[in-house]
């Protein structure tokens, strides 16, 4: 089943920016759509303006920031925009993910320029005014620019945060328990613990007091928690420590030869070496060799289709 999830129509290859053309993201195209079921959507369009129409920009004037157009600043397209954003997002709850057109006033995820009344901009910068709104009252929801993708570590851990937000409301589908949750929550164990130790701890904390909670409530607070922890991204320190603790389930199981070899991968990576891949590879190996539930229900080792080579560089 594809998974769905939101994008600025102009990075799927609509044409519909203000010179006409469009963004298309060869990676999006070609590659996420084997697994991503894309809802394509231009606010700008949305809000009735022609493609192609005058540029438009953000600027703030009595500390509020206005979408007006670059050349006529009394062209005010504020008002409209929040009116199609308010009535745009609650009809994306399903999304699992939203990929986001770099720099557009209107779409933008970061550093947005944001003009004032003589012209200079704001040091920084802005987010758009959709996405400002989408990111607010979507607070889990993976949100990527189309632009960082192109950086593999970044693309890593918005793919990775997509499928992991899909596998959480599957596990739930028409059957919101404690149990699914609990059992959602034990297989994210050791990516938890490569991506934010902390906050893997608090989740742990969280889910031992699930039996007070009223479920709705507790899904809620707890989705929110998991996306927010698993946005930091895992580094070679802390996939090292996944690595050790991993090891340790195989210390009576493998002989004198063996566990040099595996501690020696996990060093080498560690170093710098060699890619995760090299000894996330040899694991899977021994547990063919030496079957653990636990271990092989864990995510950690199965986070995305391989096909997407995402770890080969990390
Ligand atoms: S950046 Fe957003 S508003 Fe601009 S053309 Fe693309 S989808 Fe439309």
Redesign the pocket.
């Known amino acids: 089943m594809l998974i769905p999830i939101g994008i ?4 799927i290859g ?1 044409k ?3 010179d006409g053309g ?2 298309q993201n060869r990676f999006v195209t070609e590659e996420l759509s084997e697994y991503f079921k894309f809802k ?6 949305g809000i009735g303006l022609p ?1 192609p129409r005058p540029a438009i920009r953000l600027l703030e004037t009595n500390g509020k920031q206005r979408l007006v157009g670059s050349q006529d600043s009394d062209q005010d397209h504020t008002d409209k925009m929040v009116i199609f954003t308010d009535k745009q997002i609650p009809q994306l709850q399903e999304m699992c993910g939203y990929i ?2 770099a720099k ?1 006033p ?3 995820m970061e550093r947005v320029k944001l003009y004032i009344e003589n012209g200079n901009t704001v040091p920084g910068g802005t987010t ?1 005014v ?1 996405t400002r709104k989408l990111m607010e009252q979507m607070p889990w929801l993976p949100v990527e620019e189309d632009g960082r993708l192109q950086d593999p570590v970044l693309r890593e851990n918005f793919v990775f945060r997509v499928f992991a937000l899909n596998d959480l409301y599957q596990s739930i589908k028409g059957n919101l328990t404690r149990d699914a949750i609990v059992k959602f929550h034990s297989r994210y164990k050791l990516v938890l613990m490569a991506h934010n130790p902390s906050l893997y701890q608090t989740l742990g904390r969280l889910v031992a007091t699930i039996n007070e909670w009223e479920l709705d409530e507790f899904f809620i607070a707890y989705r929110l928690q998991f996306m927010d922890a698993i946005k930091c991204r895992a580094n070679i320190r802390t996939n090292t420590n996944v690595l050790m603790h991993m090891q340790g389930y195989f210390k009576q199981l493998l002989d004198k030869k063996q566990k040099a070899e595996l501690a020696d991968l996990i060093m080498n990576y560690r170093k710098g070496h060699l890619p995760l891949l090299a000894p996330l590879t040899l694991f899977e190996h021994y547990l063919q060799l030496h079957p653990n539930a636990y271990l092989q229900s864990q995510r950690y080792l199965n986070p995305y289709p391989k096909e997407l080579r995402l770890r080969f560089s990390l």
């Open positions: 600025s129509a102009c990075v609509e519909v920016r203000f469009h963004k394509p959507i231009c606010p700008e369009v493609s986001v057109c557009s209107t779409c933008g758009g959709y």
